[in-house]
Each structure stands twice: as C-alpha cells, then as structure tokens.
C-alpha cells in the first residue's frame, strides 16, 4: 500500500545533541510537510517543500533544519534540541496537481516522538 | 490572516448516538476548501471529510457528514451512530484556494462511551 513511513517512531537524544528524523513516501507527491506536535494541540507547520522549493515558517527556529533529497525523501535536523522541542514531529504529503490548484488532502505518518533528556 | 475555531474542547457521546463537533472559520477568500482530520490516540492522522467552498451540497461519507453554512462561516461535523472508534481528537481545518497550507483548529477530543 501508498503510504507515508517515518523513522524512528520514537527518538531519545540529549540536550544539545543534533538529531535527525527521516519521512518517506510511496506516494510520489510532489508537496512534502513537517508539522510539530505538542500534547493535545494542533499540529504547527515547520516547512514543507514543493518539489524542490523549500518554504519556511516565518516563526519556525533557526534550530530546525530540512532536506529533500529526492521526491520520496525528506528529513528533519535539529541541530541543537532543547526540553522545548520534545514533541511529535509528523510528516505529511500532498499531490498539488497544478501551482495555483486545489488542495488535495494531505497524508500523515505515524509521526515521531521525540524526547530530550 | 485566516483562522479556525474550535469551541468544543472535549465532548462526549454515547455508543450509537448521534454528536455534532463545531467549527468557523474567518477568511475574506471565496475559493477556500474545509477538511476534518481524525487522530486517535497514538495512531496517525486521517482524512475524515471535505468541502468544497463553491459546492452548495453538504458532504457526506458514510456516518459522517457536514453542515457547511457558508454565510455564517461556520463548518460542523456530525457523527451519526457512534462507534467506540470514533473516539479520536478531531481537527477542523482550512486551505485557500491555491495554497497548499492547512490552518488547523485547535481540535476537539470526542470520547464515545459504551
């Protein structure tokens, strides 16, 4: 089945320690999203690229950082973790057919839990 | 800037009852598409609904259906014949035509007794 991976589903690092989480796809979407998640609230959007275009948030920290090798990849780096940044990080497709289209819906992965110590 | 009200923060329903979760939405846009995403206790996010702004007909899928009053801004969901499955958080959203962002509402945590 088409679906959105994530890896690891759950990632302990250390304060200061930079960490990488990993998203793939089957779906051959050309949009690609990272949300975090914090308990019981909505996911906020940290960036997502269109094809190669890579858009930020304009309040998404420094710390975050992403790359999108290829269209079935993309990854997360936190350069520095804080106790701040443990969360869920979800990754997210989306196929927009024409710039200026409809939205279709978008797919989540599991997501990752992050924890910092 | 385009915002998403939830103003129920938790409700709850008996097996097989009918429930309805509560949304507006503010937006000056006239091309805009509504979603509501289901998220159940640790297990991915899912598409349970959308509407098409331009579209008059209320969508349906399955037990679940909408109440889009365009005028009012207003975007409810309702749950017919609940299952215990259905207990998840529930998050409205909202994309403009021609983007590919969702603003989310902060959601509502359903919670199905038996």
């Known amino acids: 089945d088409a679906m959105v991976i994530q890896n690891p589903r759950y990632q302990v690092t250390q304060f200061g320690k930079p960490v990488t989480l990993s998203c793939s796809q089957t779906?051959?979407?050309?949009?690609m999203y990272w949300y975090q998640q914090k308990s019981s609230q909505a996911p906020k959007l940290l960036f997502h690229y269109y094809d190669k275009d890579f858009n930020n948030e304009a309040d998404t920290p420094d710390n975050f950082q992403s790359r999108r090798p290829n269209t079935s990849f993309c990854f997360l780096d936190i350069r520095s973790p804080g106790l701040g940044d443990a969360a869920m990080y979800l990754c997210?497709?989306?196929?927009?057919?024409?710039?200026?289209?409809?939205?279709?819906?978008?797919?989540f992965g599991p997501g990752t839990r992050l924890t910092v110590l | 800037a385009q915002t998403v009200t939830q103003s129920q923060p938790e409700m709850s329903v008996q097996e097989a009852e009918t429930v309805t979760l509560s949304c507006t939405y503010d937006t000056s846009e006239s091309d805009y598409y509504l979603f509501w995403y289901k998220q159940p206790p640790s297990r991915q996010m899912i598409l349970v609904i959308r509407q098409e702004a331009y579209k008059q007909q209320n969508a349906t899928e399955n037990r679940f259906s909408v109440n889009f009053q365009k005028a009012a801004k207003s975007f409810s969901l309702k749950i017919s014949d609940s299952q215990l499955g259905d207990a998840a958080m529930y998050f409205c959203?909202?994309?403009?035509?021609?983007?590919?962002?969702?603003?989310f509402g902060k959601g509502t945590k359903l919670t199905v007794n038996p």
């Open positions: 959203a909202y994309t403009a035509g021609g983007s590919e962002k969702l603003v």
């Open positions: 779906l051959n979407h050309n949009v």
């Open positions: 997210a497709t989306s196929r927009v057919m024409v710039a200026g289209g409809p939205l279709n819906e978008q797919f």
